[in-house]
């Protein structure tokens, strides 16, 4: 079976790139390892998606049954409960292993693939807790699968670790589902969720926030029993005599999100430290021709809108590449992130492609009221732009222009906080 | 009425149940917990060491150095996977080479084989990301990794297999001797009779010996390890096993590429009183980071994707503590088998019932005993041939359940299904893997409780991760239609 591209994950992602990739004349396939398209969508049924998209405020399904509906009517092979295994490279010919139990193990071959697999959840032992290690410990997004697609309560008294989006959701909806959330505890000084969150999820329903606060100990011996917070110092080093004990059954995780590009084990590509994603160019291609990244895989973003928005891109690009037998260039760009920025997306740009602007995703390490984003190419500043209330929980975005890229030196980008 | 009742289904308990199927004697094994290898056998470094360290002339010695033999029979004959990838033992200071060449001197003494030494240039050219302050190597090729979960299990099923009856979830808390005769009761209510008891209960082995003797000769010092997990897709960045030189204390922090992929830094060590504490706490885990670090500053603790802690049976006697009871006759204690005791297990199994209960008793041999055993034949394991013959015998095997280590749900139920059943979420990963990825369960583990309720029958709120009381699903919001 040889498709000209096959497009791996049916969420936000997979969905748009899908859409915008399609041509009458590629054979596409997209493959899903639920029993239906949508992804995580599917057990978001908070409202809040939508609003740059669709102007108007969906929730996490009626936003993935939009999507549906505008690809299902498209002349490409969609194969759900489907999951990819193994992906090689042979003679610029994509060899994706995947299983599904119709077919068992077998192999898919394709020109072209985007990678649109979504995101898994940072772990307990990722971030070495302390404490015993009962049963009742799980990251925020499982909690909201048992609950919202299954219909299973994981706990009745319950403490939030991690202010990240997903936990401060979940600390709404297992409130509303009769539970005791005690609180919501950040280690950093500011929330790492979106300022609508904290306002409706927690403000709203008297939840507290303890911002530069940890969990120091965890106890219980087959379930949980207990947590006790503390406080920290600027360092993250917990602060004695600033101890507080609550009996929970459940403590929640919303400690970060990583994209899941685990499925290769036979294909290597230039991937960045700080997203933990493929290294792209402004068309989304990674290191390997004609293999693309886009959405939650590639890094991982507030809003599905802004997933679906980079996902259109992505698609498109690959139908371009598809369509004019693209070729992997060798002029680049590099695109660094400096001083108070924590990554910068796309990492290169792709002289060789023609462009007039390209739109620069980022997100600061720091909070700042007030300041300007300044982009540099050598020791020249090509562009400034003045920021107000921005914060690390939310990508800021900037549209530069190729007429101001005048050498090919590398390209950075910081943030200046103005006093 | 048993001829013996063995007590605790460690690696060590289910190695001499296995041993003595093979006479023709009646056996029960009893074991609190619900799955055989819950404590010490489940969480350690999973190391056979060669039987370079022990004090010549002791039973840990001759028992180490016979046991990493009979790993090499094992691994067929039991199917169970063994990593021969060796071990380095490392010193960086003149006072340590003096150390090493002196455990080069034991490790000849206790009989272990093509051990040498090795210059720096040599051990660099082995091994490169060694921290490069090293200065002199002691190679110790027969060192080799195994898999503490499923070696145990085997012994078990193939015990099973060959006769012993097996009780889990089932605490002794009484134990009588009238004339010759045990009368061991438990948690249930149960009274059982047996002619002999074996003691096996690891950390619980002074508990046991307490019920009995007045004057019990050894005491349980339960002595903590913690460890960090690194991801198998960061594997490589060290291939041997590395030692410090050893101290006073012990072996040390160490490096140990596991079987899988993964790759164990610790044990820590400090002893404790509760021989069930396994938390990780924060010092512990800051001396683990800081000793192995001495041996490579190569190791990549951002890959982290665990940390456990074990416990181990250490005792007031130094060495294992393998004997007849004084006081009490057919009563044998197996006591204080700390490390190296899952290298020695096969050995002590043999020592146990060859020296100690056949110096009093006749056996007569199990004509039927059958000493092969197959574990389960993992999808991700096998040939693209088997792969599809195993496919069109069982289409489960075409969903994947574990994205991560890549289990299928034909892996699972089979895992649930054998005469140890795997039937919580963690006898799961135990033995298929499922869980014990990258995500840590974050992916499958929804699945996994469906299919332990589907093929237990039983709702999925009262399926556990581990041990009692230790469910996940807390109540349905739900009216199922």
Redesign the interface.
């Known amino acids: 079976m040889n498709y000209d591209l096959i497009i791996i994950g049916g969420g936000a992602a997979g969905i748009a790139a899908l859409k915008n990739a399609y041509d009458p004349s590629l054979n596409i396939l997209l493959v899903e390892r639920e029993k239906s398209l949508g992804g995580i969508l599917k057990q978001c049924i908070h409202n809040g998606f939508g609003v740059h998209h669709y102007n108007e405020e969906l929730t996490g399904p009626e936003y993935a049954v939009r999507g549906i509906e505008s690809v299902e009517n498209l002349d490409v092979e969609i194969l759900t409960e489907t999951t990819v295994i193994d992906i090689e490279k042979k003679d610029s010919v994509f060899n994706i292993r995947m299983t599904n139990t119709h077919d068992g193990e077998h192999t898919r071959s394709s020109k072209s693939i985007i990678l649109s697999s979504g995101c898994y959840e940072r772990t307990r032992g990722a971030i070495q807790l302390p404490g015993d290690r009962p049963a009742g410990i799980m990251p925020a997004g499982s909690a909201q699968r048992y609950l919202n697609m299954e219909g299973y309560l994981v706990g009745k008294k319950v403490f939030i670790l991690g202010s990240g989006d997903i936990g401060l959701i979940m600390a709404r909806r297992m409130k509303l589902e009769g539970t005791d959330v005690l609180g919501v505890a950040e280690i950093m000084p500011y929330s790492n969720g979106l300022t609508r969150n904290i306002v409706q999820c927690l403000h709203d329903f008297d939840i507290p926030l303890y911002l530069s606060h940890t969990i120091s100990d965890i106890r219980g011996k087959s379930r949980l029993e207990g947590i006790t917070l503390s406080e920290v110092d600027e360092e993250f080093n917990t602060i004695e005599g600033t101890e507080k004990d609550f009996d929970v059954d459940t403590l929640l995780l919303s400690v970060g999100l990583i994209p899941d590009i685990n499925m290769f084990e036979s294909l290597s590509f230039e991937t960045s430290k700080k997203t933990n994603g493929a290294v792209v160019d402004q068309t989304y291609q990674t290191s390997v021709e004609g293999l693309f990244a886009c959405g939650n895989a590639l890094h991982v973003h507030d809003l599905a809108d802004f997933v679906t928005e980079e996902s259109e891109k992505a698609g498109k690009a690959a139908k371009t590449f598809l369509m004019e037998n693209g070729q992997k260039n060798t002029s680049f760009i590099d695109l660094e992130a400096s001083n108070n920025i924590g990554y910068v997306l796309p990492q290169k740009l792709d002289m060789d492609q023609p462009f007039d602007s390209v739109e620069l995703s980022f997100r600061v390490t720091t909070k700042g009221d007030k300041g300007v984003f300044v982009i540099h190419q050598g020791d020249q500043e090509i562009m400034s732009k003045k920021a107000r209330f921005v914060v690390p929980a939310e990508m800021e975005k900037i549209t530069l222009k190729r007429e101001l890229i005048d050498t090919t030196e590398p390209i950075s980008i910081r943030f200046e906080v103005t006093k | 009425m048993y001829d013996y009742i063995i007590i605790g289904a460690g690696v060590v308990g289910t190695a001499i149940a296995r041993e003595l199927m093979k006479y023709d004697v009646s056996a029960l094994m009893i074991e609190k917990e619900n799955d055989v290898c819950n404590h010490a056998s489940l969480a350690n470094s999973a190391i056979v060491h060669s039987g370079h360290d022990p004090k010549p002339g002791t039973l840990k010695a001759k028992l180490n150095v016979e046991g990493n033999r009979l790993y090499e029979e094992l691994e067929d004959t039991l199917d169970i996977p063994l990593l021969k990838n060796g071990a380095f033992v490392v010193a960086q200071s003149e006072a340590e080479e003096k150390r090493l060449k002196s455990l080069y001197e034991r490790a000849l003494e206790n009989g272990v084989k093509d051990c040498s030494i090795l210059d720096r240039e040599e051990a660099l050219k082995r091994e490169p990301n060694l921290n490069s302050k090293v200065t002199m190597v002691l190679d110790l090729p027969t060192t080799k990794v195994t898999y503490p979960w499923e070696v145990t299990l085997a012994n078990a099923e193939n015990a099973i297999e060959n006769g012993l009856e097996f009780k889990k979830s089932t605490e002794v808390t009484q134990i009588e001797k009238t004339d010759d005769v045990f009368t061991v009761t438990t948690s249930e209510g149960t009274h059982y009779k047996t002619r002999s008891i074996i003691n096996a209960a690891g950390a619980f082995t002074g508990v046991i010996a307490a019920m009995i003797e007045e004057h019990p000769k050894f005491e349980i010092t339960p002595r903590r390890g913690e460890y960090?997990?690194i991801d198998r897709?960061a594997k490589g960045f060290i291939n041997h096993t590395l030692y410090p030189v050893p101290s006073e204390k012990g072996k040390g922090i160490l490096i140990v590429p596991q079987v899988h992929g993964e790759t164990l830094i610790g044990p820590s060590s400090e002893f404790q009183d509760d021989p069930?504490?396994?938390?990780?706490?924060?010092d512990g885990?800051s001396k683990v980071r800081k000793g192995a670090t001495k041996l490579t500053d190569k190791i990549p603790f951002n890959k982290?994707?665990?940390?456990?802690?074990g416990v181990r049976a250490s005792s007031t006697h130094k060495d294992f503590f393998i004997q007849e009871s004084e006081e009490v006759k057919n009563l044998i204690h197996v006591a204080g088998i700390d490390s190296p005791g899952l290298s020695a297990a096969p050995a002590i199994a043999k020592y146990v019932v060859n020296t100690l209960i056949k110096a009093n008793t006749d056996l007569r041999d199990n004509p039927s005993f059958n000493p092969r055993r197959k574990g389960i034949k993992l999808?991700n394991q096998m040939t693209d041939e088997e792969?599809?013959e195993a496919?069109?015998y069982d289409?489960?095997?075409?969903?994947?359940i574990c994205?991560?280590e890549?289990v299928?749900e034909a892996d699972i139920v089979h895992a649930i299904n054998r005469n140890v059943p795997g039937d919580t979420v963690k006898g799961i990963k135990k033995r298929s893997r499922a869980g014990a990825?990258?995500?840590?369960g974050?992916?499958c583990?929804?699945n996994v409780i469906h299919l332990i309720a589907r093929e237990k029958n039983k709702p999925?709120?009262k399926v556990?991760?581990?041990?009692?009381?230790?469910?996940?699903?807390?109540?349905?919001?739900?009216v199922?239609q």
């Open positions: 960090f997990v897709h069930e504490n396994i938390d990780n706490t924060k885990l982290v994707i665990r940390t456990f802690t999808f792969k599809k496919f069109r289409p489960r095997h075409g969903n994947l994205k991560c890549k299928t990825g990258i995500c840590q974050g992916y583990e929804h999925v709120t556990e991760y581990y041990d009692e009381g230790s469910y996940i699903l807390k109540s349905e919001t739900k199922k």
